[in-house]
C-alpha cells in the first residue's frame, strides 16, 4: 500500500450536472406541476442557474470596463444572477450597492485595489496595551467608545429585482426587536436576487450595524506597518477580546488606528426560504380549428341573415376571437366564441330517415374529440335538448335531435331515438352521409357571426384565435367564407297532393305553407307567414326528377292543372302528375322544393 510522505490534496474534477430539460421558471416554481420544485433551491439542478455570475467575476467586469487593470478579486466570493448599471455614474458608485450586499470592502495595498469581505479570514494579529503606543501624555493607550441605541437602526429595509417574479422591484425589511430606536436604514440595489437571499442581505446589513457600535482609536508602533485597513486584529484588555476591523490608518513616527468592532463574517450562516410565488404557468396555444356553419334559424329570434361559427382548440384558450375584413387587412372583431364546443365525428355512415316524426331504425355512432353526450326524456327532448349539427361531403349541415346517448367506448357515443332535418334540413341528408362527418352539438358554443342582410353570399375573410393573443400569432388560422343567409330561405310544403275531377280531367293541386319563424304553437289555425308575402313556384315534371315542362307562380297553396294545360304539356291528360312546388321570399328568392308524384286513387 502506498502511503505519500507528505500530505496531498486530492481535487475531483468539477463535473456538470444534473441539467433539466424542464424549463426554468416553469421547474421550480410552477409547484402544482412539479412536485420535487421545493429541492431546487439547495439541490444540484443547473436549471436556473446557469445565466448568473459569480462576485468576482461581476468585479472584475466592472473593474476593466472602466479601465482598471491592477486590482485582486480573488477573495470575493457570492453568487449574483444579474446586476443592473442603468445611467452613467463612477466605478465607486457601481461598486458601492455591491459592496453592502455582499459585505466587502476595497482598499489599496501592495499598488493594488484589493477587494475583501469584513472578517472572511478572521482575526490576523492579537495585540494588548503593552503593544500600544503612547501618543499623548495626556491621553489612554486606547479608546473605546459605544454608540447608542438610539443611534442604531431598528430595522434595515432593501429593494431588489426578484429574478423570480418577472424581474418586478421587491423588497424586504429585517428588524430588531426589543431596542430603543425608530431609526430605519434602507437602500436600493440593482441587483437580481431572490428574496431568499435579499432577506440573509437584510439580516446581514442590520447585524453588521449593530456589530460596529463601538469604535476603537490607538496607536501602533512601526514594527505593525504591514497592518492595513479591512485587516481584522484582537485588542485584548481590561480581561476582554475586542475583535476589531481596521478602517483607517495615518503612518508617522507611529501607526494610528482607527477600528470598528466586528463579528466573523457570517453571510452564509442566515439561510431564510424563498417566498412562495404564485406561477402563472404559461400556455402555448397550439393551432385553433374553426367551423363555419349555414344554419336556418335555431330560436326564431336571432338575425335571419346571420351565420354561425364555432371553434375548437387544445388547451382551449378560454375564448376564441373571430375576426373579419373583406381583404387580406384591416381585420375587425366579428365574434367570440366563448366555450369550447362538444364536437367529434361519425364513425358508420348515417342514412336518411323519417321526417316529422321519430327515426327509431338508424344508431348514429359518433366518436368526440371533447366533451360528453347524455340521454334526455321525451319531454325535454321535444323542448328543444340535443341539438346537434351533421356535415355532408357538400358543406350542408342537418339539423338532428337524439333522446339517448350510449356510451360504447371512450368518448364514442350511439345516438338513438332520432328526431331528422329539424328547422328545414331535410335536404341535407345522403344515403349515407360518410364515415367521418363533422358532428357538432348546438348550443352556446355556436355563436351567431355578426352580418348585415347585404352581406349574405358575400366572400368575407376570417381570421380565428385566442381572444388573448394578437391576429398574427401561430395560433391563429384564416379562411374565406360567404354565409348563404339560411335563415331566410323559406321551407319546403309539406303535403302534396292533387286531386282529379273525373268528369273533365282537371287536377287540383293543393299543398301546406310551412314557416321558418313561431311555427311550433298548437294554439293557431295556421302557422305565421314569415315572407313580405305569400308567393310559390310549381313545376310540372315530365317524370318525378324529371325536366320542367310547365312553371307558374301562384299567391296561394292551390294551382288547378286542367285538362287543356295537360294536354299542351304531354300529348293528353294524365292519371299523375309529378309536380314540384318551392315557397319564394322577395328577399330570398327560392326555398327548398318539395317534390311529389300525384295520384289518381279513384282509377
Known sequence: MWVPKEPYVFLLPRLVYTWDARPFPAFPYALSVWADGGNWELGHWLTGRVGGGALAAIVRQI?????????????????????????????????????????????????????????????????????????????PLYTLTRGQETELPLSAKITYIDGSQDYAQAAVEARRLSVRSDRVSAAELPIVIGQGKAQAIAETWLQDAWAARERASFGLPPSRLALEPSDVITLAAGGRSYPLRITETRDSEFKAVQALSVEPFSFDALPTPERRRAFAIVTVYGPTSAFFLDLPLLRGDEAPQTGYVTANADPWPGAVGFYRS??????????????????????????SGPLHRYDKSNVLRVSLEFGELASVTEEALLNGANYAAIENEDGEWELIQFQTATLVAPATYDLSVLLRGMNGTERAMRNPVAAGARFIIVNSAVTPASMRPDEVGLALNYKYGPASESLDEPSYGSEAHAFLGLGLRPLSPVHLQGLRNPANGDWTLVWTRRTRIGGDSWT???????????????EILDAPGGDVLRSVEVTAPTFLYTASMQTADFGSTQWNVPIRVTQVSPVYGPGVAAEQLTYDYQH
Open 326 to 351: 373583406p381583404s387580406t387587412s384591416g381585420y375587425e372583431l366579428n365574434t367570440v366564441v366563448a366555450a369550447r364546443p362538444t364536437l367529434g365525428e361519425t364513425v358508420f355512415g348515417f342514412y
Open 524 to 538: 293557431g289555425f295556421e302557422v305565421p307567414l314569415a315572407e313580405e308575402r305569400e308567393l310559390y313556384r310549381l
Open 63 to 139: 473593474l476593466e470596463d472602466y479601465g482598471f487593470t491592477r486590482y485582486e478579486v480573488t477573495r470575493l466570493y457570492g453568487f449574483l444572477d444579474g446586476f443592473l448599471i442603468d445611467r452613467i455614474m463612477s466605478a465607486r458608485e457601481a461598486l458601492q450597492p455591491l459592496g453592502l450586499a455582499y459585505l466587502f470592502d476595497a482598499y489599496e495595498s501592495g499598488g493594488l485595489i484589493q477587494f475583501a469581505h469584513r472578517g472572511l479570514i478572521g482575526s490576523v494579529a492579537t495585540v494588548t496595551p503593552d503593544d500600544l503606543v503612547e501618543t499623548d501624555a495626556e491621553a
